[in-house]
């Protein structure tokens, strides 16, 4: 399955403007991170935080070998395109 990307600009409690971005990691569940440190976090969280690594694993993407890593390689994608459209062609 592709990895589903989006991101709009969003206004916070405060009155300042960020933009907000969402990434669809399976039919039942979309991580959202603000700005592009949430980014950045998020890719550290799935690159090696390990209670989110265990979160991700489902019988669909660990039933052969190498299949997780392949599944986590395609999240850090998505990511990794998410920060190179916002530092490309940031919303105003």
Not at 36 to 43: A, F, T
Request: proline letters at 3%; a positive charge.
């Amino acid at each position: 399955m592709s990895n589903l990307t989006d991101r709009a600009l969003i206004t916070g409690y405060k009155g300042e403007q960020t933009t907000a971005f969402w990434l669809t990691v399976n039919p039942s569940h979309r991580l959202m991170a603000g700005g592009r440190e949430g980014l950045i976090g998020l890719l550290n969280d799935i690159l090696f935080n390990k209670l989110i690594i265990k979160s991700l694993r489902t019988k669909e993407n660990t039933r052969y070998p190498g299949n997780f890593a392949v599944y986590q390689l395609n999240l850090v994608a998505g990511i990794l395109q998410l920060l190179i459209d916002d530092v490309r062609n940031p919303l105003k």
